[in-house]
């Protein structure tokens, strides 16, 4: 089955500057790539995906790209801002049976933005 | 639509005893996944329906562990009996499964097995 990796698994950034955050996935058949934010005692949500006939996405601050070939995919966000901390996952789905998507996550970042 | 709600969102109960989380999906989706947040395993998939049919439960730890959808609307995942390693955040979340899609997190709920 699809296995995820996220690295790292905590990241301190300084306002202002950059952070990156890389997932690789096993199976070459997942063909979408989800990342959420989960803010302390809060429920994951989605701030940005990429689908596999997409090299890169970005939505103002947050870029996410995608290497199909290599499988790994990076989340690159911009100008961090104190409300940026949380924790972000990455996961990888397929159409799996029934036609739906058994949605797989990484581990987690933990991302720490220093005033 | 007021997202995906589930039920309790803490529980505190013995070893030994069962226990039942529930969840409603958003309206008109047709995909439930329930999944257990610990520090040490993450983000980890039990169990995923589609049109109120078990798809894969490969994830489900042990046969302590069911998982139902009664309706189209409504699932519930029953701990019986509860050990304390069962402690973790359960989250449900719903998705409209035409293809790789969102899917909705549920606020979750905090167990606990003393």
């Known amino acids: 089955g699809e296995n995820v990796e996220q690295h790292p698994s905590t990241l301190s950034v300084q306002e202002g500057d950059s952070a990156v955050i890389k997932c690789t996935y096993s199976d070459s058949a997942s063909n979408y790539f989800p990342w959420y934010k989960q803010e302390l005692g809060k429920r994951p949500q989605l701030i940005i995906d990429?689908?596999?006939?997409?090299g890169e996405k970005k939505d103002q601050r947050i870029a996410v790209t995608l290497n199909k070939t290599a499988k790994h995919f990076s989340l690159h966000i911009t100008e961090t801002q104190p409300e940026d901390s949380a924790v972000y996952f990455c996961?990888?789905?397929?159409?799996?049976?029934?036609?739906?998507?058994?949605?797989?996550f990484g581990t987690g970042t933990l991302l720490a933005v220093q005033p | 639509d007021a997202g995906v709600i589930q039920s309790p969102r803490h529980e505190v109960t013995e070893m030994g005893q069962e226990v039942t989380l529930r969840c409603k999906l958003i309206?008109?989706?047709?995909?439930l996944f329930w999944y257990r947040q610990t520090m040490m395993r993450g983000l980890e998939l039990l169990i995923y329906f589609n049109n109120n049919v078990p798809i894969d439960d490969s994830g489900m730890p042990e046969d302590r562990f069911s998982a139902k959808m009664p309706n189209a609307s409504f699932s519930t995942l029953k701990i019986q009996p509860s050990e304390p390693r069962d402690s973790a955040v359960y989250f449900c979340?719903?998705?409209?499964?035409?293809?790789?899609?969102?899917?909705?997190f549920g606020q979750g709920t905090r167990l606990t097995v003393v």
């Open positions: 309206s008109g989706h047709n995909s």
């Open positions: 979340a719903s998705s409209l499964g035409q293809g790789p899609t969102e899917a909705f």
């Open positions: 990429i689908r596999s006939n997409v």
């Open positions: 996961a990888a789905s397929k159409k799996g049976g029934g036609a739906t998507n058994k949605l797989i």
